[in-house]
Structures are given as structure tokens and as C-alpha cells.
């Protein structure tokens, strides 16, 4: 089972300022079978990125990802106050998907 | 528009059983796998069971294999999970999802989720 390690566990930004999380797979995994999730409470969990670098369709483009081998990336270049919330990454390269364990981005 | 909606949690005793369903509607059912996820009280998403679009391959996590089975009727668009055998951990919010793709084992995300239905497994 591929361990996906998501860091840091906590971000406290201000709206405006630029969030950097990180995704690191246990193994390598295709880019292709790489994706990000925002999970608000009370909401169900969103598509943002697929195959590590897309955008899912509505998703601002302040929203980007990178990365390859082991290592992702999720930025969001200016945070807005709709984008506080619970970031996830996945692998979904094989039929044994695992999430990373989340990373909150909380109003600092 | 793609809708998801689950139904079926409840209070449920150690070892004891509960079906879920999710319908769906938007999208051409038969066409996409489907997953289930869940979320425990303070904890993070964990992938639960994918069925592909034909309902010839199913995958559960390590964690409900042998106890959980999930299947789809594709005439009526609805997905299921059977779960048996419960356990208190598995107390959760339980998320059905499309993937977006016709096999769980390719490259395709969960593009589209229901709101969830609580579980809750206490004696």
C-alpha cells in the first residue's frame, strides 16, 4: 500500500498570502494517479487537481499543482476567504487508493 | 447537473449489518466506476470499496475486506454497500463517489461526491 504524508498538518495564513502543501508518497507513483481534494465541514469533498497538475473544471486558477516521483505540490497563489479549509491528496493509480491524512489551512 | 444522494445510515450495534444506497442522476450510471469513502469523527477520508462500471470488479481496503461488499444495479442508478460484521471504528460519515473513468484501476479521480450518511456503530 502506497503512504501518502501530507505536511504541514496545520497552515495559519492570512488572506492574500501564498499556500504551499506538500504530498510524499511512500513510493513512486504516475502523475497521472495524483490528486487534490478541499473538504470544508458540512460540505462533501471537492475535485481541485487530477493527474497532479490539472485543474478540475470550475476550479480557480489560483488553485495549481506540481510534482512527480514521490513529491507533490498543491499552491494556491493568493488564498481567499472561501479557501480556508482541509486539503487532501490521493493516489489512484492502482485499485488500492489511499488519501494523505490532510492538511487544515486555517484564517491565522 | 451530476446528483448524488446517499441514504440508509443509522444506529447500528456491534456486529450488526446495514445496507447503503446512493442514487444517482445527471450522468450515464452504467458508463463510470463508483466508490465509497469515509470519514471518521476528527479523522481524515478513507477510501472504503470501487466497483467498476459493469460491476465486474470490486476492491475494498484492507480494513473492511471480507466484511463490507459493495455491487450497483445499473437499471435503476443506484450504488450499494453492504456492510456486515460492524465494528465501533467504523463509525463514520460515508461519502458515495463517482470516479471518472469506467475502472476504479485506471487513472481517474473521484470528480463528483454525495453529501454523506452517518453511520454510527454503538451498544
Known amino acids: 500500500e502506497t503512504v501518502l504524508t501530507q505536511s504541514p498538518g496545520t497552515l495559519s495564513l492570512s488572506p492574500g498570502e501564498r499556500a504551499t502543501l506538500s504530498c510524499r508518497a511512500s513510493q513512486r507513483i504516475s502523475s497521472s494517479s495524483l490528486g487534490w481534494y478541499q473538504h470544508k465541514p458540512g460540505q462533501p469533498p471537492r475535485l481541485l487537481i487530477y493527474g497532479a497538475s490539472s485543474r478540475a473544471a470550475g476550479v480557480p486558477d489560483r488553485f495549481s499543482g506540481s510534482g512527480s516521483g514521490t513529491d507533490f505540490t498543491l499552491t494556491i497563489s493568493r488564498l481567499e476567504p472561501e479557501d480556508f479549509a482541509v486539503y487532501y491528496c490521493q493516489q489512484y493509480g492502482t485499485s488500492s487508493w489511499t488519501f494523505g491524512q490532510g492538511t487544515k489551512v486555517e484564517v491565522k | 447537473e451530476v446528483q448524488l444522494l446517499e441514504s440508509g445510515g443509522s444506529l447500528v450495534q456491534p456486529g450488526g449489518s446495514l445496507r447503503l444506497s446512493c442514487g444517482a442522476s445527471?450522468?450515464?450510471?452504467?458508463?463510470?466506476?463508483m466508490s465509497w469513502v469515509r470519514q471518521a469523527p476528527g479523522k481524515g477520508l478513507e477510501w472504503v470499496s470501487s466497483?467498476?462500471?459493469?460491476?465486474?470488479?470490486?476492491y475494498h481496503a484492507a480494513s473492511v475486506r471480507g466484511r463490507f461488499t459493495v455491487s450497483r444495479d445499473n437499471s435503476e442508478s443506484t450504488l450499494y454497500l453492504q456492510m456486515n460484521t460492524l465494528r465501533v471504528d467504523d463509525t463514520a460519515v460515508y461519502y458515495c463517489a463517482k470516479v471518472g473513468g469506467r475502472t476504479p484501476a485506471g487513472p481517474f479521480p473521484l470528480d463528483f461526491w454525495g453529501q454523506g450518511t452517518l453511520v454510527t456503530v454503538s451498544s
Open positions: 466497483i467498476s462500471d459493469s460491476g465486474s470488479g470490486t
Open positions: 445527471g450522468f450515464t450510471f452504467s458508463n463510470y466506476a
